[in-house]
């Protein structure tokens, strides 16, 4: 029977960090990354010699991004690891270090997520040698259209309901100094921009842009080496990540598949869908929201719309539903993206989330989905 | 249109390809091509308005369709962009001309409404 990460010793959240995410500039990625990293450390008063390992997220930045950034906090000689794993490389980066602390080779790893779009190249999925009809022509946003036509006729919401998603997401995100995306738009300003594929227009898609989020993470023997004790810290009590199975509807997979993933991560950590108090789910694209929301069963079946449409999902609602802004309102700079969910997280678990902040929050998942097509999701506790 | 079928479990699969079942993993002559049949169930539709590529120019229509055969595909459809056919419509496969870089006519496969939609008076 496989380990989890509950039933290892416990593993904390202790600092996080992020520089804004914004329209690609002339900033070195260097500079996005220090800026982050430094906030986290200083966040969670560990010096940087304190650090056991590091773990670097990013996926368009050509290789090795890591130590040219990180010799700029002291060049101590800690293991640095590159991870790639599109949308989700962040996710699986903060997954190694909680790992790697969990069953005590390091007491303290530290995990930093730095993109810039500077080299979007093309899917592996178009390399495969097998070619598909028409795969030039399905895009990303193509594919979440067609789910969103099939979600609109499956339940009988309207692509209003749909586009309100970002109407929530983008109010959220206004509040955000560190969103790309910070003016919140009415619903008619979101249904009257510029038509991308379907009924999406441009607000109700993600920006791709770049940025830099940090963590630093640690276990009880870590903080006690550093001379910190467990006031500010948040526990990772779930760690879940799955792939692509074959599923009835192929078409339907991120859902089908965060199901399965998000599922196993509210199991292991022991608690319900009905229980959790604020997410941040990926929502790429306006309908994903509402079927990772139904298939991780917060409400049933056709039912995530309308309780969106009631503010359900606001802050201060019965969950709050990526009060960071989600990836449609705070951006997605891909490396970065998973691990700002846990900076969000981790922020409303400690009470510091400011004017985000939902009330007595003390169960938070993250949750996110890679091309490829993979999928994560962690559960940050309270202690 | 053709696609492949795995022996060992069943799997029917679009595109061929005989790198492994999908399902069960299974590689080699277990792996066949079959024909599959070029009709189906439209599942959802869009209309492509934005689209970097030249060679394919917006707007276009792109449709998933579930094939009478068991698999689920993406393609284009034979569909004008501003009325788009209802989903749970019969669709069939067409090979569609198309004026290729050269000028000459290459055809495409894509999908039709299987009957033509009577006229509304
Ligand atoms: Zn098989």
Same mark, same amino acid.
């Given at each position: 029977m496989p380990v989890t990460l509950g039933s290892l010793r416990p593993v904390y959240v202790v600092g996080v960090g992020l520089h804004p995410y914004q329209p690609l500039s002339e900033t070195p990625y260097v500079q996005l990354g220090l800026s982050a990293a430094r906030d986290a450390l200083t966040d969670a008063r560990v010096?940087?010699?304190?650090? /056991?390992s590091a773990y670097v997220a990013k996926a368009l930045l050509p290789m090795a991004v890591g130590r040219p950034m990180l010799r700029h906090l002291g060049a101590t000689g800690l293991p640095i690891t590159h991870v790639e794993n599109a949308s989700a490389s962040g996710s699986a980066a903060f997954r190694q270090a909680c790992m790697e602390v969990a069953c005590a080779m390091s007491d303290i790893s530290f995990v930093i997520g730095v993109d810039k779009p500077t080299a979007l190249g093309s899917r592996a999925e178009m390399l495969t040698g097998i070619p598909n009809l028409a795969d030039d022509a399905i895009v990303p946003f193509t594919h979440f259209a067609l789910l969103a036509d099939a979600y609109a006729q499956r339940t009988g919401c309207s692509f209003e309901d749909i586009a309100r998603v970002a109407g929530k997401n983008l109010r959220n995100a206004s509040l955000n100094p560190f969103a790309q995306r910070r003016q919140a738009k009415t619903l008619d300003e979101i249904l009257g921009g510029k038509k991308v594929s379907g009924q999406f227009t441009t607000l109700q898609c993600t920006p791709v842009g770049e940025g830099a989020a940090a963590v630093v993470v640690a276990s009880e023997e870590g903080l006690r080496r550093a !001379? *910190? !004790?467990?006031?500010?810290a948040v526990r990772i009590t779930a760690s879940a990540a799955r792939s692509q199975r074959v599923y009835t509807d192929p078409t339907r997979y991120d859902e089908m598949l965060t199901k399965e993933t998000v599922e196993a991560a509210l199991a292991q950590a022991g #608690?319900? $869908?009905? !229980? *959790? /108090?604020v997410i941040e789910l990926h929502d790429a694209f306006t309908v994903e929201e509402l079927e990772y929301l139904e298939a991780i069963g917060v409400c049933g079946h056709g039912q995530a719309a309308g309780l969106l449409k009631e503010g359900a999902f606001d802050i201060g609602g019965r969950c709050a539903v990526s009060p960071s802004g989600g990836l449609i309102g705070m951006g997605h700079p891909i490396g970065p993206t998973g691990i700002g969910q846990i900076v969000e997280i981790t922020r409303q678990l400690r009470g510091? $989330?400011? #004017?985000r902040q939902h009330p007595d929050a003390q169960i938070g998942p993250a949750h996110m989905v890679g091309l490829g097509a993979v999928c994560f999701a962690h559960v940050l506790q309270s202690l | 249109m053709r696609g492949m079928r795995c022996d060992a479990c069943g799997y029917v699969f679009f595109p061929p390809q005989n790198l492994g079942c999908e399902q069960c993993g299974t590689t080699g002559s277990a792996l066949r091509p079959c024909q599959l049949v070029g009709s189906g169930t439209l599942m959802a539709r869009v209309t492509v308005h934005?689209? @970097?590529? +030249?060679?394919? +120019? @917006? +707007?276009f229509v792109i449709g998933t369709v579930r094939l009478d055969d068991g698999p689920v595909v993406r393609m284009l459809l034979d569909a004008p962009p501003d009325t788009l056919p209802p989903i749970g419509s019969p669709m069939v496969a067409v090979l569609s001309p198309v004026a290729s870089e050269e000028g000459s006519r290459v055809h495409d496969l894509r999908f039709s409404l299987a009957q033509p939609a009577p006229l509304q008076e």
């Open positions: 010096p940087w010699e304190f650090v /056991d !001379g *910190l !004790g467990l006031e500010r #608690v319900s $869908a009905g !229980g *959790l /108090d510091e $989330a400011g #004017v | 934005l689209h @970097a590529k +030249p060679e394919r +120019p @917006a +707007p």
